[in-house]
Nanobody
Framework: QVQLVESGGGLVQAGGSLRLPCAAS????????MGWFRQAPGKEREFVAA????????YYTDSVKGRFTISKDDARNTLYLQMNSLESEDTAVYCC????????????????WGQGTQVTVSS
């Protein structure tokens, strides 16, 4: 079992920044991808970013490239999402997840999920 707990969400003005930590515990995640997804009201859950835990390779959806950065702290077993230049379209519940199998871009490829943290960007 893997337990994932996100934090750091909140209300921020457009153009502002937030950093979301995701603390992981349980089975080792050293050989997996870890990802961030988001879901806005009335929309499907969408891929935001992913990182290969053992190799630091990162992946982003086009709409956040240059604004968001995914990173990790091996010693703390914590995943991060640094979000800069936030836009109203970034408003959503953000969840971290551990990849299981298949493409990293679809939610069904991830087995373990956190409960999510709300990010609201006011314009």
């Amino acid at each position: 079992q893997v337990q994932l707990v996100e934090s750091g969400g909140g209300l921020v003005q457009a153009g502002g920044s937030l950093r979301l930590p995701c603390a992981a515990s349980g089975r080792t995640i050293s050989t997996s991808f870890m990802g961030w997804f988001r879901q806005a009201p009335g929309k499907e859950r969408e891929f935001v970013a992913a990182i290969l835990w053992s190799g630091d390779k990162t992946y982003y959806t086009d709409s956040v490239k240059g604004r968001f950065t995914i990173s990790k702290d091996d010693a703390r077993n914590t995943l991060y999402l640094q979000m800069n230049s936030l836009e109203s379209e970034d408003t959503a519940v953000y969840c971290c997840a551990r990849h299981s199998s298949g493409t990293i871009y679809t939610p069904s490829s991830y087995r373990y999920w956190g409960q999510g943290t709300q990010v609201t960007v006011s314009s």
